[in-house]
């Protein structure tokens, strides 16, 4: 029977919302569910697709509200995983809840009912939900909800989320269960276990007296000092006749108990079903040991390019329909309301330009997006990282190092939190340190910008491999400092490998959404602040005089980034391509200004009558024209997918400037400042150096100072190094000693600071060695 | 309670031959290692079938209806009752 708590109404949150946490083992399809109760009223504060923080959105039970948390998948509230399950254990241990409510995979019910055995020692309000049970027929299996809830004396829901079934019955018992919650039962554990904990936990003070006697006495090392004896105590109570450790005595007693319920509440019978076969004849070729690795390769080949491709057919009818809206319309009414020149020039042509140019790259973004949550979705991950562990293991990571790697390919933010999912803490650090190489979204902007002028026949091929020269870098750092300075051995890889699942539209459009919204948000927060600096720097400058107007080719932006130009003359940048070095300063505080800078730039410099295109303006021919492109581009689709890793344009710069079909002035003026070379030594300057501020923030996070300006200082030298390296080579003919003498000099340096890392590695064991023997 | 036959004879999982059953008698190393792999529902007395492998990847079992994949580390490391073809996994 269900024993129900005093306080319902008197719970209630200061914000007055009644507030559930939603946890569960990983892959149960508890993100699923969060996504069914708030759709799209989430508080973005997170990557969906790994949960690392917890998250939080308001749901409606009819006319009531409440607020959802979303907490990281997590195996045991005594220990384990890495700091994303601690956040979970934290928050369900100490945080006011009005109901816990507890996600089961029913396909894997035995397993996930230890996390339950678990959560039924805290004595807090509890709802299960018993997800998946088409997987857990399809494996002949039928769970009986009723059953399971007379054993435990709380509310069983049974789902499938992943469809959509079962949520109106969700909310009727969230609703019940908020106005009469039910504490759940305990378990009848064996009558020694029962005694010790019960006298154990007399002892200790709180609410919590009897979870925590349960861990102290299943991992001494957290037990306080205070509670040491009686902690002795239980412990000689339960193994006076039992030669098991403790350690092994506990856990056994919840799998024993799990394993009975399970055999209770679930009725055997029948076959397993075409899930599970095709689960098994799939894997046979994904983690298969020779083509598991090709296999991967393959489907990120194919990400990116059919995003590449696909987003091609779009991409013109964004760049033309916003460009018509945000620059030339939003001009002309500026014009018409008597707003002076330059207020015009630099709402409409700096922010609208700069906003114009961010938002063209929307579909082959958000088709990226699309194609990454469907594969996390569909049980693809998992298995990346099981098949890429042997190669990651090379270099001193774990195979899930991956799953942080793929997330970076959207934002590098997230995917330094995601490093979190590593248990081991020195894996943890390579594993930060590793992202800023990923290819983000902000860069993907950079690099579809140069692409369309520079090599638009191959785009999605010179994509794909600036993403692999990102991989490699990434990897390469993990290797070197594994060895030099983060000296061990990665932990054995363990991972849960879920079902093939075909991934609900819903679920998959949701996730993408999140993620464009979290793009979309943060460019247009930096294009508004940079857009307003890039109109003061422009306009002024120092002359005899002082500080005065001036045009911008004496500006303040050009002396100061002319300063900066002999430092990049080695990747072929010249003096009168200031621009680029404006650009790649301004790029260090967010990568998406990179290309709005040059635009700002190249507009003011084209010079001419730039307000005639907000005075004479056909809003609706220019809207019709953009819709046209759709038809025409999809026409193309198909032929720049079976194009092989070409890349033949880097050679010819005539050819690939007329392939361009440039339709602004800034693509039009990249033209004119690069050469194919050059733009490619640019491209993976932009690639490797220096992340965002974001990405520093959370790198000061996450691994502190010391590390995050140690990123910062590598980052810039390897981007400088690697395109000096492919700038001098692909120039050898025309200064063979120049050539010699640069990567004379980059392998001195790359030298020095194998040295300076070898040390610091020495230093830190020494450190270790002696903190060991103090 | 189920019936299982297993032989005395002890092996390593990596010992074992793809689709062969058993059950898991200890896992040697530190506590540490032996309580990852405790959480994800895998310590002595546990019952699995071996999907995949072992091969330079390490096995993929199957235990309680979960897939498991386990890095080649633990082929040394975990030692096992090879369950007899009869028995009742």
Known sequence: ?774 | MEQREYTQELRTLGQLSRGARGIIHAVRGTSNEGKRLLVMGLRPGTAFTLLLGPDRRGVVLDSAGTRIALGREWLEQVQVRPLSSSGEG
């Open chain 1, 1 to 774: 029977m269900a024993r129900h708590c005093q306080a319902s109404a008197g719970t209630r949150r200061a914000e007055g919302l009644p507030r559930i946490a939603l946890v569960g083992n990983p892959n149960c399809g508890k993100t699923t569910i969060y996504n069914l109760l708030t759709g799209t009223h989430q508080t973005v504060g997170n990557w969906p697709g790994v949960t690392v923080e917890r998250r939080s959105g308001s749901a409606r039970l009819g006319d009531e509200k409440i607020e959802v948390i979303d907490l990281p998948g997590i195996y045991s509230l005594l220990g384990g995983g890495g700091e994303d399950q601690a956040v979970a254990r934290h928050f369900l241990r100490d945080e006011e809840v009005e109901l816990i409510v507890q996600v089961l995979d029913a396909s894997t019910l035995e397993r996930q009912l230890l996390l339950t055995a678990e959560l039924v020692e805290l004595q807090r309000p509890l709802l299960l939900i018993l997800n998946m049970v088409d997987e857990a027929e399809d494996r002949g299996q039928r769970v009986d909800p009723q059953a399971l809830s007379l054993q435990l004396g709380v509310p069983v829901v049974p789902m499938v989320a992943r469809k959509g079934k079962g949520l109106r019955e969700l909310r009727m018992a969230l609703r019940s269960a908020l106005r009469s919650p039910s504490l759940p039962q305990r378990p009848a554990w064996p009558a020694d276990l029962e005694a010790a904990l019960h006298d154990f936990a007399a002892q200790i003070d709180g609410a919590r007296g009897r979870f925590l006697a349960w861990q102290y006495l299943e991992l001494p090392e957290n037990t306080p000092q205070a509670l040491l004896a009686a902690r002795a105590a239980a412990a000689q109570h339960l193994q006076a006749d039992s030669a098991e450790d403790l350690a092994d005595l506990l856990p056994a007693a919840r799998f024993t108990w799990a394993a009975q319920l399970a055999a209770q509440v679930i009725a055997s019978g029948g076959k397993a079903g075409w899930r599970q076969h095709l689960t098994r004849h799939l894997d046979r070729w994904i983690l298969h040991d020779w083509l598991g690795v090709p296999i991967f390769l393959a489907v990120l080949y194919l990400v990116f390019v059919v995003s590449f491709s696909g987003g091609n057919v779009f991409l013109d009818f964004f760049d033309q329909a916003s460009a018509a809206l945000l620059m030339h319309g939003f001009g002309h009414l500026l014009l018409l309301s008597g707003a002076p020149d330059w207020i015009v020039s630099s709402l409409a042509g700096g922010i609208g330009g700069g906003l114009n140019l961010v938002i063209s790259f929307i579909p082959p973004i958000g088709l990226t997006f699309l194609f990454l949550a469907f594969l996390e979705d569909s049980g693809y991950m998992a298995r990346a990282a099981y098949v890429m562990d042997r190669l990651m293991r090379r270099v001193g990571l774990p195979g899930n190092a991956l799953v942080p790697m793929v997330i970076g390919f959207g934002c590098n933010v997230p995917a330094i939190m995601g490093a979190r999912i590593i248990d081991d803490p020195r894996g943890r650090v390579l594993t930060v340190l590793m992202q800023p190489f990923m290819s983000c979204s902000a860069r993907l902007t950079i690099y579809m910008a140069f692409a369309v002028v520079f090599f638009r026949g191959n785009g999605g091929q010179v994509v794909f491999l600036l993403y692999l020269t990102g991989i490699v870098m990434a990897l390469f750092t993990a290797w070197l400092l594994g060895k030099t300075a983060l000296r061990g051995e990665a932990r054995p890889f363990v991972m849960e490998l879920p079902p093939y699942r075909l991934p609900s539209l819903r679920s998959v459009v949701l996730q993408a959404w999140q993620r464009l919204r979290i793009f979309i948000l943060r460019v247009g927060k930096v294009i508004a602040a940079i857009g307003f600096i890039l109109f003061l720097l422009p306009g002024i400058g120092w002359t005899s005089q002082g500080l005065r107007a001036t045009d911008i080719d004496h500006s303040l932006l050009a002396q100061g980034s002319e300063a900066l130009v002999p430092v990049f003359a080695p990747m072929g940048i010249e003096r009168d391509n200031w621009p680029a070095v404006a650009g790649l300063v301004a790029g260090a505080a967010a990568k998406e200004v990179v290309i709005g800078t040059l635009n700002g730039i190249y507009q003011r410099q084209a010079g001419g009558d730039l307000m005639a295109q907000y005075r004479q303006v056909d809003l609706l021919q220019e809207l019709r024209d953009a819709l046209a492109t759709i038809p025409e581009n999809a026409g193309k689709l198909f032929s720049s997918l079976g194009d092989p890793l070409g890349l033949g344009d880097l050679a010819n710069r005539d050819a690939s400037i007329a392939a361009s079909g440039a339709s602004s002035e800034t693509l039009g003026s990249l033209a004119q400042s690069f050469t194919p070379l050059t733009a490619l030594a640019y491209l993976l300057f932009v690639l490797l150096y220096v992340p965002c501020a974001s990405t520093m923030g959370a790198l000061r996070r996450e691994v502190g100072w010391g590390w995050m300006l140690f990123s910062v200082g590598y980052g810039i030298g390897m981007a400088w190094a690697v395109a000096t390296l492919v700038y001098q080579w692909g120039t050898y003919a025309a200064h063979p000693q120049a050539t010699w003498l640069w990567t004379a000099g980059i392998a001195v340096a790359l030298g020095i600071l194998l040295l300076a890392l070898r040390r610091q590695g020495r230093h830190q064991q020494n450190q270790l060695r002696f903190q060991e023997q103090g």
